[in-house]
Every structure is written in structure tokens, then in C-alpha cells.
């Protein structure tokens, strides 16, 4: 169009001046460029329904839902067996979660020990024995849980089964869960692992990161208030053995105290004798006198010494376990010490927690080093004593000395103990080891 003549031009039914018809073209020119270059805008995000923030019920919902990054589960079955067998369980759990990039959907612990009558289990939740959200803070970036509220859609399930057999190699253990970090799974809210206990899966992973686990888990204050009471128990009964037997002496405050996980119960003796067979290993099993003997041989400890003897009472068929110690070494157990009726009203895996932190808060430990609950205290204490740079980590030079009964040491003594932080795998302390890096 020819704009010198738009002063001829009709609009509307309108003459327009040469001014108008000008302002006219220049609208029809802003509305052709408006056409040219919008699509191109909106296609970058600048405007328009492919905005992420845009809410509407059209198609660009489902791609803003894509781009919102939404929690994945790991599921595993109920963890069972012995305490330390169970905290090693969920250690391997949450660490299979971390490795597939998941969050561990908080299991469910077993309060019993009937481990072969799987219908006999009494389901305890974890949070009712270690703190959920302290756990979370203290492994915040490392591995993390999460509770069954979170779950959007739990129907959104994928099933691995993991393998079992002597033809279920590690490595084929290792493939299956580097197959599952693939983004074909990232569509499942949940993965299951159906299948055996974790305690029994295959081990993947260095010791210092099931040490970094373990230092998540802290008892609830109701657990911890119960050992707090016995630990006070043991070193004031003793205070006053002590002040009977040197009456001119200053008597340290709180007493030092000597725990020893004296595992001689009957299910302990018929396991280690069968372990011993297996493994062509004589220093497994240990009687009560071959305790005793070493205990009271520990190189540097000091007497008169508080032994606070932790067993198993209602599996014990000896009940003469204070009498034969070496003269200075004075035992106690739970009925001695008047705190049997604090035991009894817990169920089984609440005792065993009482009893492993009374152990671990002692002085000096002595266990057995094929026992679970034995190398998980050893390696609790060994991580402490790294935490804070102690040099000294054997003997009683250290600041939390470990020694191990069934194996002679020095001076026909338990031999000193520590854990290998440097292992890469928890083989050693999952099953037992006469190798005690000291």
C-alpha cells in the first residue's frame, strides 16, 4: 500500500487524514512483528503456558510435575534377629538405599528373638528404639529415612527380588543394584526388595561407611534413661565395695567400671563348638574360667576394679558366675546389682540395647571377638577414640580400652582390641575374626 495516498483511504467507513492512516500502518506493523517473534518468546519460558510455574489442567501440568523432583523409596522386609544383627541389617539397608539414590522407607525392627518362626516375630518400629528425626540430622547428605506419610502413591511399587544360592555371586549382587540405578526404575516411587533378611545380603561396602551409620543411631531418651540408671547403679554399688575393702583411701568419683560380655549361655556354647568345627578354629568358644583367668590378667588395670558382668540371665544355666575371681575384682550382674526388674519389663531387643550401651559407656570392655554385639561395641569405641585423635587405640593406654578373652594376650591376658576401620567389608565383624589389628 502506497501511504502517501492513505488520505483516499476508507477505515471503517471512516476518511482518515494522512496522520491517522499513518498511526494505522504503524499498528499493523507492531501486530505483524507480534506475530513473528511471540511463538519464539513463549518457547524460551518467557511467557505463556510452557512456563514451569504455570498452573493449568492442559498438557504443561505433566511436564511441570516432570520437572519437580519427587522422593524415591527403597522397601525392605522386616529386620530380625539379635540387636547387633538387626543394626547391621539396617545399616546394609540404608546403604543399598544410598547406593540406588533412594530414600529408606523406615523398617520395621523385631522385638523378639524367635528368628525361625518367622509368625512368631513381634514387629517393633524403628522409631520406638533409635530417635527417626536425630537420625535424619546426624546422616543428613549421607543416607536418610523416611516414613510411609511421605509416599505419594504406595500402589507405585516395583518388586526386586534380590538372588540366593551359591550361584548368587557378589558380583551378580553388585550388577543387579547398578541395573536398578538405571533411569528405567526412576519412574517407581517405591522399589521392594522382596526376598531374605538384609543381614544375609551381600556385603558392598567399606567398614567406615557402616561406621557412619552407626553413629546415627541414638537411642530414644526412654532406652537411654534405663542404661543411665544402671550404669549410676554399677558405679555406686561399687564405690561402696570399694571403700569397704580400703577404707583410708580416696575412692575416685564416678568409679571406673570393667564391662565384660561374658557370653558362656547355652545357645552361645552349642553355636561357637559347631563355628569352631567349621572353621578350624580353636579360639572361639571360652569357658567361664578361661575368663576369669584373663580378666584378671588385663595388663596396667588397676584393683580394686568394678566387673559389671553382662550375660544373657535367662539362657545362663551356671548361676556361679561371681564366685572364682581373682582377689581385687569385684563382679556384679543385674541381680546383685538390684536391677533385674528394670530388664524385665522391656521386651528382648530393648534388654540387649540397655545392655550394649552399659557396655559401651564403660572404662575397659572385654568381649568375644567371633560375638556381634562384642565387635559392634569394639567398633563403636574404636570410632570414638578416632573422632577425637587419640594416638593410643590398644591397651590401657587408650582412653577406651577393648580386649578380647578368647584370644591370649600378654601375660596370659585377654589380647587388646580394635577395630580395622581401614576393612573393605564388614565380614570380620558380621561373623567374628581372630585378626583384632592390635
Known amino acids: 500500500m502506497d501511504i502517501s495516498n492513505?488520505?483516499?483511504?476508507?477505515?471503517?467507513?471512516?476518511?482518515?487524514?494522512?496522520?491517522?492512516?499513518?498511526?494505522?500502518a504503524l499498528v499493523v506493523i507492531a501486530l505483524v512483528l507480534r506475530a513473528i517473534f511471540l511463538p519464539s518468546f513463549s518457547s524460551l519460558g518467557g511467557i505463556g503456558n510452557n512456563n514451569l510455574f504455570a498452573v493449568n489442567n492442559g498438557p504443561s501440568t505433566l511436564n511441570q510435575e516432570l520437572r519437580i523432583e519427587k522422593t524415591q523409596f527403597l522397601e525392605v522386609p522386616q529386620i530380625i534377629w539379635g540387636l547387633n544383627n538387626q543394626k547391621i541389617a539396617?545399616?546394609?539397608?540404608?546403604?543399598?538405599?544410598?547406593?540406588?539414590?533412594?530414600?529408606?522407607?523406615?523398617?520395621?525392627?523385631?522385638?523378639?528373638?524367635?528368628?525361625?518362626?518367622?509368625d512368631l516375630l513381634q514387629p517393633i518400629s524403628f522409631d520406638k528404639v533409635f530417635q527417626f528425626e536425630n537420625f535424619n540430622s546426624l546422616c543428613k547428605g549421607f543416607v536418610q529415612l523416611g516414613r510411609y506419610s511421605e509416599v505419594s502413591n504406595q500402589s507405585d511399587v516395583f518388586e526386586l527380588r534380590k538372588g540366593s544360592g551359591r550361584r548368587w555371586t557378589v558380583k551378580r549382587d553388585l550388577d543387579q543394584l547398578r541395573q536398578f540405578r538405571n533411569?528405567?526404575?526412576?519412574?517407581y516411587e517405591i522399589i521392594r526388595?522382596?526376598?531374605?533378611?538384609?543381614?544375609?545380603w551381600h556385603d558392598h561396602w567399606p567398614v567406615k561407611d557402616y561406621a557412619r551409620v552407626f553413629e546415627c543411631l541414638v537411642l530414644v531418651e526412654e532406652i537411654s534413661r534405663e542404661a543411665d540408671k544402671i550404669v549410676s547403679k554399677i558405679r555406686e554399688i561399687g564405690s561402696k565395695e570399694i571403700r569397704k575393702i580400703e577404707p583410708f583411701q580416696n575412692v575416685i568419683d564416678p568409679v571406673p567400671y570393667v564391662a565384660v560380655h561374658m557370653r558362656i549361655e547355652k545357645d552361645w556354647m552349642i553355636h561357637c563348638k559347631k563355628l569352631e568345627q567349621r572353621s578350624n578354629i580353636s579360639e572361639i568358644c571360652s569357658s567361664?574360667?578361661?575368663i576369669m583367668e584373663r580378666v584378671g590378667?588385663?595388663?596396667?588395670?588397676?584393683?580394686?576394679?568394678?566387673?559389671?558382668?553382662?550375660?544373657?540371665?535367662?539362657?545362663?544355666?551356671?548361676?556361679?558366675?561371681?564366685?572364682g575371681w581373682k582377689e581385687g575384682l569385684l563382679p556384679f550382674e543385674k541381680k546383685k546389682l538390684g536391677v533385674v526388674e528394670i530388664y524385665k519389663k522391656h521386651q528382648y531387643l530393648i534388654q540387649s540395647a540397655i545392655d550394649y550401651e552399659v557396655c559401651l559407656r564403660s572404662d575397659v570392655f572385654v568381649g568375644n571377638s567371633f560375638s556381634t554385639f562384642s565387635s559392634l561395641v569394639v567398633l563403636d569405641r574404636t570410632q570414638k577414640m578416632i573422632k577425637m585423635g587419640a594416638r593410643n587405640l590398644c591397651g590401657m593406654e587408650a582412653k577406651w580400652p577393648s580386649y578380647s578373652y578368647n584370644?591370649?594376650?600378654?601375660?596370659?591376658?585377654?589380647?587388646?582390641?580394635?577395630?580395622?576401620?581401614?576393612?573393605?567389608?564388614?565380614?570380620?565383624?558380621?561373623?567374628g575374626s581372630n585378626h583384632v589389628s592390635c
Open 193 to 200: 526388595i522382596v526376598g531374605k533378611n538384609p543381614f544375609l
Open 90 to 118: 539396617f545399616a546394609r539397608a540404608c546403604l543399598t538405599a544410598r547406593m540406588l539414590n533412594r530414600t529408606l522407607l523406615m523398617p520395621s525392627l523385631s522385638a523378639s528373638l524367635f528368628y525361625k518362626e518367622i
Open 297 to 323: 590378667n588385663i595388663v596396667g588395670l588397676k584393683t580394686p576394679a568394678v566387673i559389671y558382668l553382662a550375660v544373657a540371665d535367662a539362657l545362663l544355666e551356671d548361676n556361679s558366675i561371681l564366685t
Open 407 to 431: 584370644l591370649r594376650g600378654e601375660s596370659k591376658g585377654p589380647h587388646p582390641w580394635m577395630t580395622n576401620m581401614s576393612n573393605l567389608n564388614l565380614q570380620a565383624i558380621s561373623y
Open 183 to 187: 533411569n528405567l526404575y526412576d519412574g
Open 6 to 24: 492513505c488520505k483516499h483511504l476508507r477505515f471503517f467507513g471512516l476518511h482518515l487524514n494522512s496522520l491517522a492512516c499513518k498511526c494505522v
Open 288 to 290: 567361664k574360667e578361661e
